[in-house]
């Protein structure tokens, strides 16, 4: 089993910055990629941006210029670094890691971004 914990999350104003970060524990093998995906109301969850073992990064539109992920392979940790958020970006934020072919999720962080 794996266990994927984030953190993070909360209340921000439109512009401002949040950096949301995704701590992996359990049954871990050396490849394999995890990201953030994210579930607005009313909508369906859609992808935000995913990360390699190896760094290589894939990001929605939405998220292109504003968000970074990365990733510290030796702690199993991966981070969401969001800048110029947007009222369209609040939404619960699920930590995401594919390990053989299986997908693991957290329980979510809700970011809000609101005047």
């Known amino acids: 089993q794996v266990q994927l914990v984030e953190s993070g999350g909360g209340l921000v104003q439109p512009g401002g910055s949040l950096r949301l970060t995704c701590a992996a524990s359990g049954s871990i093998s050396s490849n394999y990629v995890m990201g953030w995906y994210r579930q607005a109301p009313g909508k369906e969850r859609e992808s935000v941006a995913a990360i390699t073992s190896g760094g290589g990064t894939s990001y929605a539109n939405s998220a292109k210029g504003r968000f970074t992920i990365s990733r510290d392979n030796a702690k199993n940790m991966v981070s969401l670094q969001m800048n110029n958020l947007k009222a369209d970006d609040t939404a619960v934020y699920y930590c995401?890691?594919?390990?053989?072919?299986?997908?693991?999720w957290g329980k979510g962080t809700l970011v809000t971004v609101s005047s």
């Open positions: 995401n890691a594919v390990i053989s072919r299986l997908a693991f």
